[in-house]
């Protein structure tokens, strides 16, 4: 782990490294004149790194900001880390390579840093997003993962992509890929937070030299499936934030950072955005982290519901 200019923790990649330090793009509800605006914002602020996402459906919007900020002379495209995912109505291969060309194109690139298949859950092709039939079904597509993941590995031969990976794969399906990968995947972006510390996973992964992006670092506040005290108000993360002169949800990204993750907080509130990359001026003692840490409960709340019957449906094993 090291650490640049701007204090920004990297985590290491066979050719280079990540940014530990995220700012997500996903804001449901929010315009895509918000996004636009919170990307600026993220950028000045000193985040490198990106997370994007087709699904998200604002990545016209994000490529906008990247290029104003780099028009503004903030950044050069070679400062940034640019992440994007593929849905999971283009799992056959055939369809890989135009669904990364559509994020390259609508974020206004040349290349991605990374690109990860976004679940291990393919639904039916050509339609909608989400595609059901006429009952309200949603359909399924067969297509393996491990097919899709070699058409991932052609784009990286293309130069479209510099790295792959997956998100959402449990530790059996990653195997899978490993057992026949001739380009290795770097990252598995998972659910973690205070309450889903995902340690058995996360041992899984640094054990193959894979590195875990947390999503969700505060367990999406005002979740309906949230029947535990809020990440910010609990009182070990409250506590501990007094003693340190910072806010709860700076310890809380503090303390996955310390973990050896990548994080990728996300906010349209430009004060959150900037609050949250502040997080690199101080530590948290080996005691806090332990506290911290027995705080899991093992609770997921992107359970993914519409596809539990799916036969690769990630979260049917313990890890």
Request: aromatic residues 10%; proline residues 5%; charged residues 25%.
């Amino acid at each position: 782990m090291a650490t640049d200019d701007q204090n920004q923790i990297r985590l290491k990649l066979n050719k280079g490294s990540i940014p530990a330090l995220g700012f997500g793009t996903y804001a449901p509800g929010e315009s895509e004149d918000d996004v636009y605006k919170a990307v600026q914002v993220a950028i000045k602020a000193g985040y490198r790194h990106l997370d994007c996402a087709a699904i998200y459906r604002n990545e016209r919007a994000v490529g906008q900001a990247i290029k104003k900020t780099i028009v503004e002379d903030k950044v050069t495209r070679e400062d940034l880390f640019i992440v994007s995912k593929l849905w999971n109505t283009c799992h056959k291969p055939d369809l890989v390579r135009a669904s990364l060309k559509k994020s390259l194109e609508d974020l206004g690139l040349q290349y991605l840093d990374l690109y990860l298949i976004h679940w291990p859950i393919g639904l039916k092709e050509g339609g909608d997003f989400i595609p059901k039939d006429e009952k309200g079904n949603v359909l399924f597509s067969d297509v393996d993962f491990v097919d899709t993941w070699q058409a991932m590995e052609d784009c990286v031969d293309e130069g479209l992509v510099k790295y792959i990976g997956l998100s959402n794969f449990n530790s059996e399906q990653i195997q899978r890929i490993l057992d026949v990968a001739r380009i290795k995947p770097v990252i598995n972006q998972v659910e973690c937070h205070i309450y889903l510390s995902q340690e058995k996973l996360i041992e899984f992964c640094k054990s193959k030299g894979i590195i875990v992006t947390a999503y969700s670092p505060f367990a999406s506040p005002g979740h309906k499936k949230m029947p535990y005290t809020p990440c910010m108000e609990e009182p070990t993360i409250v506590e501990i934030a007094k003693s340190k002169g910072k806010k709860p949800s700076q310890v809380i990204i503090r303390f996955l950072l310390q973990r050896g993750l990548a994080v990728i907080p996300k906010s349209v509130s430009p004060n959150k955005i900037i609050e949250n990359f502040q997080v690199f001026d101080f530590e948290l003692g080996d005691d806090e982290m332990k506290k911290i840490l027995a705080l899991n409960k093992n609770h997921r709340t992107n359970t993914e519901d519409i596809a539990l019957t799916h036969k690769y449906y990630p979260f049917s094993i313990e890890f």
